[in-house]
């Protein structure tokens, strides 16, 4: 069975700053792994993914997450934090075969210091 | 571009009401599922489907839940009698076979 675990349900940066947002993993077979960003009441959006290609992945927004698989990480980050950042960020990891559900992390809410 | 959509977007029901979520998904994807976030907590897979079966259901979709494909375009979730602890936002995802999965914006079910 797969699992992720983010640290730090809250993360607060000043505009500007570097955005780092941590994800760990477990999982029995290769990984795919995936962030999505939940805006307030709204749906998640893919930001990026993992499949097993590179492992610099490069996503919308400025977004980037780098698998490190002896680390069993996928960390998100940003150079530079903007206001409109803001929401709650989804780890979530699945089995790269077949169509396998998705399982998620517990979330972070991410909050932009003006 | 192409997104998943689901209606309504908010429901209100009675306990022990039958509701059912209507999504329809991105229409050359061939794969689809129900999650759930209930208030404060993580997204929880509920059911996928494929090829007008069900391919994997977590505990959670237990007799009272049900799904269907009734056409080419409509993906529902059938609650049969609502509890309380029903209470969630219920996401539609839909994907064509790379793992990835897309969403839709959810259905706020509130139980009364």
């Known amino acids: 069975a797969q699992s992720v675990t983010q640290l730090g349900s809250h993360v607060s940066v000043s505009e500007g700053a570097l955005v780092l947002l941590r994800c760990n993993y477990s999982?029995?077979?290769?990984?795919?792994l995936f962030w999505y960003v939940q805006y307030p009441n709204q749906g998640l959006q893919l930001l990026l993914k993992y499949t097993s290609a590179a492992t610099l992945v490069k996503g919308i927004n400025g977004f980037e997450a780098e698998f490190k698989k002896s680390e069993t990480s996928f960390h998100l980050t940003k150079p530079s934090a903007h206001m409109s950042d803001a929401a709650e960020y989804f780890c979530a990891v699945s089995v790269n075969f077949g169509n396998e559900k998705l399982t998620f992390g517990t979330g972070t809410r991410l909050t932009i210091i003006p | 571009e192409p997104e998943v959509t689901q209606t309504p977007s908010h429901q209100v029901t009675q306990m022990g009401q039958e509701v059912i979520l209507r999504c329809v998904p991105i229409s050359n994807h061939l794969y689809f599922y129900w999650y759930r976030q209930i208030l404060g907590q993580k997204v929880e897979f509920l059911v996928s489907?494929?090829?007008?079966?069900?391919?994997?259901k977590s505990e959670i979709f237990d007799d009272q839940f049900s799904v269907e494909r009734p056409d080419g375009s409509n993906f529902t979730l059938k609650i049969r009698s609502t509890k309380l602890e029903d209470s969630a936002m219920y996401f539609c995802a839909s994907g064509q076979g790379d793992q990835t999965q897309y969403f839709g914006p959810g259905t706020r079910l509130l139980v009364l």
């Open positions: 489907f494929y090829n007008n079966e069900i391919s994997e």
């Open positions: 999982s029995s077979v290769p990984p795919y």
